[in-house]
């Protein structure tokens, strides 16, 4: 009897242990619609996979939540010359291995996301040379004075170079070719959280990296990100208490998470603008019949611009909760005016007359490509434009798929006509411009070209007088809202939505930082 009852003891011990150990786990399952792309670091710039990468790596410096910038792996830094900056580093920085992270894994990083094939490379490409001056200090020269150079690296993340080397990924993935590397599903950064679990589309696990050298100001043991692409099943398992945060919350069902004592919403104009894109390079449509390209036609591009009733995609598809937009930029960001941000009316019967000076009475054919899994009811938008551009006689056929099939297909240049959404994590045009309307930029799929943006973008890069800095930006601005390059629709609005328990800060460029997170039972 005495055995039975000590056996009952322990076994009453065991249990009260593990219960009182699996609640001391604090745990935040997160859910969006899309998954990161990669671990890579330096290999996609996209933002759920800078999310992701946001949590484990870190950078030089960094944003805040009130997005300024601030002291990360570097403590500080002064420019010796117009073209030279020193940052010295932290000294009691390692990675979730226990390596020490020095100037080394600095440089090392800096020279690998200007790689060929870096998703990185345009941020900082004003950089000529890196090098380690002693154990824990940088030096960076860019070829001209750089008035946004911290902007820019605030999003460059720092990988240790012992590990790279070791698992033969001393170059980014190539995601763009669809290369698979040890770095697109493992990871080693300095930063409040290591993954230990990757299973793409499905799960990912980050655990509270105890050796982390800031101060912890979050009471998380672990986050699960566990990306669902169905809304009605997203919503669902967060009502449902199975998951506690949804960072893309459908705005369809924001109502009915509001009216969820046990919920809550928060929604942010977000850095992000959605657009269009028509190529007006290619001398005959991939997807058309008139055997020319119609896009190559101002007239054609503005009839497609003044058809589309952005108002009621507001009202209609996103519920109120979008600004519509006349450039590809927002509020707070260098060069932004609200002159430069109106549209052009929507006017049917303008758009019918536009077409038929162009030479097309009877429109044509064109097919419409979109993601279904990457912004706020991208596919619903993209729906409303067919219904729209068919009042003025234009067939859209629409092809919506995931996001990962669509921008891969967008790189290698299969899209007529596309969607695409920009954020400008550097607060600056520079960034805008350099990707999306240089010549040759690796964005730029509309393949726009004028020889005037070009050059005023190089004034963007060197220039520090800020008045002459800020005419090239307006002047690049006018020209390329005059050509219509792009279809601009509107500036996101992000809506986030939780347990009432869980506080997460929501910030305008919709990456939450659960570094700053609190979870309460």
């Given at each position: 009897?005495?055995?039975?009852?000590?056996?009952?003891?322990?076994?009453?011990?065991?249990?009260?242990?593990?219960?009182?150990?699996?609640?001391?786990?604090?745990?935040?399952?997160?859910?969006?619609?899309?998954?990161?792309?990669?671990?890579?670091?330096?290999?996609?710039?996209?933002?759920?996979?800078?999310?992701?990468?946001?949590?484990?790596?870190?950078?030089?410096?960094?944003?805040?939540?009130?997005?300024?910038?601030?002291?990360?792996?570097?403590?500080?830094?002064?420019?010796?010359?117009?073209?030279?900056?020193?940052?010295?580093?932290?000294?009691?920085?390692?990675?979730?291995?226990?390596?020490?992270?020095?100037?080394?894994?600095?440089?090392?990083?800096?020279?690998?996301?200007?790689?060929?094939?870096?998703?990185?490379?345009?941020?900082i490409s004003t950089?000529?040379?890196?090098?380690?001056?002693?154990?824990?200090?940088?030096?960076?020269?860019?070829?001209?004075?750089?008035?946004?150079?911290?902007?820019?690296?605030?999003?460059?993340?720092?990988?240790?170079?012992?590990?790279?080397?070791?698992?033969?990924?001393?170059?980014?993935?190539?995601?763009?070719?669809?290369?698979?590397?040890?770095?697109?599903?493992?990871?080693?950064?300095?930063?409040?959280?290591?993954?230990?679990?990757?299973?793409?589309?499905?799960?990912?696990?980050?655990?509270?990296?105890?050796?982390?050298?800031?101060?912890?100001?979050?009471?998380?043991?672990?986050?699960?990100?566990?990306?669902?692409?169905?809304?009605?099943?997203?919503?669902?398992?967060?009502?449902?208490?199975?998951?506690?945060?949804?960072?893309?919350?459908?705005?369809?069902?924001?109502?009915?998470?509001?009216?969820?004592?046990?919920?809550?919403?928060?929604?942010?104009?977000?850095?992000?603008?959605?657009?269009?894109?028509?190529?007006?390079?290619?001398?005959?449509?991939?997807?058309?019949?008139?055997?020319?390209?119609?896009?190559?036609?101002?007239?054609?591009?503005?009839?497609?611009?003044?058809?589309?009733?952005?108002?009621?995609?507001?009202?209609?598809?996103?519920?109120?909760?979008?600004?519509?937009?006349?450039?590809?930029?927002?509020?707070?960001?260098?060069?932004?005016?609200?002159?430069?941000?109106?549209?052009?009316?929507?006017?049917?019967?303008?758009?019918?007359?536009?077409?038929?000076?162009?030479?097309?009475?009877?429109?044509?054919?064109?097919?419409?490509?979109?993601?279904?899994?990457?912004?706020?009811?991208?596919e619903a938008i993209?729906?409303?434009?067919?219904?729209?551009?068919?009042?003025?006689?234009?067939?859209?056929?629409?092809?919506?798929?995931?996001?990962?099939?669509?921008?891969?297909?967008?790189?290698?240049?299969?899209?007529?006509?596309?969607?695409?959404?920009?954020?400008?994590?550097?607060?600056?045009?520079?960034?805008?411009?350099?990707?999306?309307?240089?010549?040759?930029?690796?964005?730029?799929?509309?393949?726009?070209s004028n020889a005037?943006?070009?050059?005023?973008?190089?004034?963007?890069?060197?220039?520090?007088?800020?008045?002459?800095?800020?005419?090239?930006?307006?002047?690049?601005?006018?020209?390329?809202?005059?050509?219509?390059?792009?279809?601009?629709?509107?500036?996101?609005?992000?809506?986030?939505?939780?347990?009432?328990?869980?506080?997460?800060?929501?910030?305008?460029?919709?990456?939450?930082?659960?570094?700053?997170?609190?979870?309460?039972?």
């Amino acid at each position: 009897m005495k055995t039975k009852s000590l056996y009952r003891v322990l076994l009453t011990l065991l249990l009260a242990f593990w219960v009182s150990s699996a609640w001391a786990a604090n745990t935040i399952k997160w859910s969006m619609q899309g998954d990161s792309l990669t671990l890579d670091p330096h290999a996609q710039n996209e933002g759920p996979t800078t999310m992701v990468s946001r949590q484990i790596y870190e950078a030089l410096v960094t944003r805040g939540l009130d997005m300024s910038i601030g002291p990360q792996l570097a403590t500080d830094w002064k420019a010796t010359n117009p073209t030279t900056w020193v940052f010295n580093l932290r000294k009691d920085v390692t990675f979730h291995n226990g390596d020490k992270m020095t100037s080394e894994d600095v440089v090392f990083s800096l020279l690998r996301a200007q790689q060929p094939s870096s998703d990185f490379k345009e941020y900082i490409s004003t950089i000529t040379s890196v090098k380690a001056l002693d154990e824990y200090t940088v030096e960076i020269q860019t070829k001209d004075p750089n008035p946004i150079l911290l902007n820019q690296l605030s999003n460059i993340f720092v990988m240790s170079k012992k590990w790279a080397t070791e698992n033969f990924v001393i170059v980014p993935q190539n995601w763009d070719a669809g290369q698979e590397t040890f770095s697109a599903n493992n990871a080693m950064g300095t930063g409040p959280f290591k993954i230990t679990l990757r299973e793409p589309n499905t799960k990912t696990v980050f655990k509270k990296n105890k050796k982390w050298w800031g101060e912890v100001q979050h009471n998380l043991d672990e986050i699960h990100l566990l990306p669902i692409a169905n809304a009605s099943t997203r919503v669902a398992a967060l009502l449902s208490g199975e998951l506690d945060i949804v960072t893309d919350a459908p705005v369809q069902d924001l109502d009915r998470i509001r009216s969820s004592g046990d919920h809550k919403v928060l929604s942010i104009e977000q850095m992000r603008t959605i657009f269009l894109g028509m190529d007006q390079a290619a001398d005959k449509l991939r997807s058309g019949n008139t055997g020319d390209n119609p896009f190559k036609k101002k007239e054609v591009r503005q009839a497609f611009y003044q058809a589309i009733d952005i108002e009621a995609i507001k009202e209609k598809v996103m519920r109120g909760l979008s600004s519509p937009a006349g450039i590809i930029t927002f509020p707070g960001v260098t060069g932004y005016t609200k002159e430069l941000d109106e549209r052009l009316p929507y006017d049917v019967a303008a758009a019918k007359k536009l077409l038929a000076d162009a030479g097309y009475p009877d429109g044509f054919d064109i097919e419409l490509r979109c993601p279904n899994d990457r912004y706020v009811n991208d596919e619903a938008i993209c729906t409303a434009v067919v219904g729209m551009l068919g009042k003025i006689g234009v067939n859209v056929s629409l092809n919506a798929q995931t996001k990962s099939k669509h921008f891969k297909e967008l790189k290698d240049n299969q899209g007529d006509f596309y969607m695409l959404g920009w954020g400008v994590p550097t607060l600056d045009s520079h960034y805008v411009f350099h990707y999306l309307y240089e010549t040759e930029a690796s964005w730029n799929k509309v393949n726009f070209s004028n020889a005037e943006v070009d050059a005023a973008v190089r004034v963007m890069e060197g220039e520090v007088d800020l008045e002459k800095r800020n005419a090239a930006i307006a002047k690049a601005w006018k020209i390329v809202k005059d050509d219509i390059a792009y279809l601009p629709l509107h500036h996101q609005v992000i809506s986030w939505a939780s347990k009432r328990s869980v506080d997460v800060p929501i910030r305008p460029n919709n990456e939450p930082l659960f570094r700053f997170s609190n979870k309460r039972y």
